[in-house]
């Protein structure tokens, strides 16, 4: 029987690697979901939200995200959605709680996106909108009780600065910020900033991880992991793509098999990192046969 963990610390005290969800909007849209946004599935077809995080408990998920990455103001507006921002978010949160009751030895980080506008003077948005935007989302997840903040998929770290001022003025529950990157001969943010400005502005937050998803595929975060473990102490978080996608008959497609991808992914933990799961493409498949991978990698250091 799995050990119930208090806090994202008690897995951090383990030194091992713990096992994270997959993708949920693809594996959503592969269910049969096709509303205008994933979140609004919580409202919806909460049926099918509560599914996912249950099929990736039963893969070895230690830890799941709520199903609000786009789920804050700004975002929400964009498509009419405004609205229902509270209902959403308080949604989500009660569906990952309802799976953890019967899952205990699991967290639930709560999931929060970039707001969508560049700030100035790249773009229009003023900081006081993106964080007033952030504080909003942060206040209603940590007042459901979530067990931590996962701030992920930005690529920009004034934004994700911002971010976490939002959720550290209405929560003292911990932090982990993931960004997304570009590949080419050196792995950057779309703004332009390295693997070493992003662990030096890690360590100074004082986050309790620092990851990195979407954007890249299983091989391509090798090299990411590899980088950055030689640039901060801190705990390193990788959900990498599926592979990077391809057309194949007019749907898009992440072509990298559980194999693959797990493969990879011991690659990643080799190279230190302490959370791993998957981002776009990846399901209960991906994250089951790297669960198995682990334990055969967790009894051979055990037996040596």
Known sequence: MKEKVNCLDDFLARRKPVLLDGATGTYLSRLGFNGLTPELACLTRPELVEKVHQDYVAAGARIILTNTFGANHLALGRKGLAGELER?????????????????????????GPAGELLEPFGSARPEKLLACFRQQARILSEEGVDFFLLETFSDVAEAALACQAVREVSSLPLVVSFTLQAGKQYRTMMGQSLRELASWAEKENLAALGFNCGLGSSQMVEVALQTSRLTSLALWFKPNAGLPVLQQGKTVYPETPEEFSSNCLKIVAAGACFLGGCCGTGPEHIKFLAGQLALLSGKATAS
């Open 88 to 112: 959403l978010n308080v949604a989500a949160v009660a569906l990952a709680k309802g799976v953890k009751k019967k899952a205990p030895y699991i967290l639930v980080a709560g999931d929060m």
